[in-house]
């Protein structure tokens, strides 16, 4: 994947950027490039505050010279613009390959507007290809993954596989910023995403899930030749 794909994306988001805005600053590769061209034009003179969604979005707007506030100090978030792993009808989203969903989501939740940065590979017909992050908590896990297994069969997903996400040396759990472990489910599709939301979200345990429904409005498309913006 070309990197201009992705700067495409990210600067054509950059224009819906406003003077005195406080922005939720996504995670994941394009939402680091938006981060990285938000900090030039902060250099030049814009004023605006963010609030990463993850440790490292925070590192990288650091390192750009963004401003950052503390997010128990944030009463107002004007825009946020992050990544996806997949897009669907109506801009439902995967969302937490990277870890973040539980943050990136408490922070779009909380948005008037939220813009999905993404390449063309990351439009589908139905979610599902890419597995589906389910973030829990550390207690009771294996009870959790068993519940998750059955909601998503309820909901019409044929013989999900549920695994256990890991670190990089594959021998121990990954854990997110929040102190979760992660649940990655390969489900080829997933045919009705607001009945697997609804489930997930009524399971104990279950912290939170990468599906973001009804809250992107705008997704911004990078190609080779510029960007296309899509809007609900």
Not at 7 to 35: H, K, N, P
Not at 94 to 100: H, L, P, T
Not at 148 to 158: N, P, Q, R, T, Y
């Given at each position: 994947?070309?990197?201009?794909?992705?700067?495409?994306?990210?600067?054509?988001?950059?224009?819906?950027?406003?003077?005195?805005?406080?922005?939720?600053?996504?995670?994941?590769?394009?939402?680091?490039?938006?981060?990285?061209?938000?900090?030039?034009?902060?250099?030049?003179?814009?004023?605006?505050?963010?609030?990463?969604?993850?440790?490292?979005?925070?590192?990288?707007a650091l390192e750009a010279g963004v401003p950052l506030i503390d997010v128990e100090?944030?009463?107002?978030?004007?825009?946020?613009?992050?990544?996806?792993?997949?897009?669907?009808?109506?801009?439902?989203?995967?969302?937490?390959?990277?870890?973040?969903?539980?943050?990136?989501?408490?922070i779009a939740n909380a948005s008037d507007l939220m813009i999905c940065i993404v390449?063309?590979?990351?439009?589908?017909?139905?979610?599902?290809?890419?597995?589906?992050?389910?973030?829990?908590?550390?207690?009771?896990?294996?009870?959790?993954?068993?519940?998750?297994?059955?909601?998503?069969?309820?909901?019409?997903?044929?013989?999900?596989?549920?695994?256990?996400?890991?670190?990089?040396?594959?021998?121990?759990?990954?854990?997110?910023?929040?102190?979760?472990?992660?649940?990655?489910?390969?489900?080829?599709?997933?045919?009705?995403?607001?009945?697997?939301?609804?489930?997930?979200?009524?399971?104990?345990?279950?912290?939170?899930?990468?599906?973001?429904?009804?809250?992107?409005?705008?997704?911004?498309?990078?190609?080779?030749?510029?960007?296309?913006?899509?809007?609900?």
């Open positions: 994947m070309s990197i201009n794909v992705k700067e495409q994306a990210a600067r054509a988001a950059l224009s819906y950027v406003e003077d005195g805005m406080t922005l939720g600053l996504g995670s994941g590769s394009t939402a680091e490039i938006f981060i990285e061209l938000l900090g030039l034009a902060v250099d030049d003179g814009l004023k605006v505050r963010g609030v990463p969604t993850s440790k490292r979005s925070e590192e990288v100090q944030v009463d107002h978030i004007h825009l946020t613009v992050d990544g996806a792993d997949e897009v669907g009808s109506e801009f439902a989203l995967i969302k937490g390959g990277g870890g973040c969903l539980l943050r990136e989501k408490i390449d063309e590979s990351k439009l589908v017909e139905v979610l599902g290809a890419y597995p589906l992050p389910v973030e829990v908590d550390q207690f009771g896990f294996t009870i959790t993954a068993k519940k998750i297994f059955d909601a998503l069969v309820a909901a019409g997903s044929e013989d999900p596989q549920i695994v256990q996400r890991m670190k990089k040396n594959g021998r121990e759990p990954f854990v997110t910023d929040g102190g979760n472990y992660i649940f990655d489910c390969a489900c080829s599709a997933l045919p009705r995403v607001r009945q697997i939301a609804s489930r997930l979200s009524a399971i104990p345990g279950v912290v939170e899930h990468g599906l973001f429904i009804d809250l992107a409005r705008i997704v911004i498309v990078g190609t080779e030749e510029g960007a296309d913006i899509l809007e609900l």
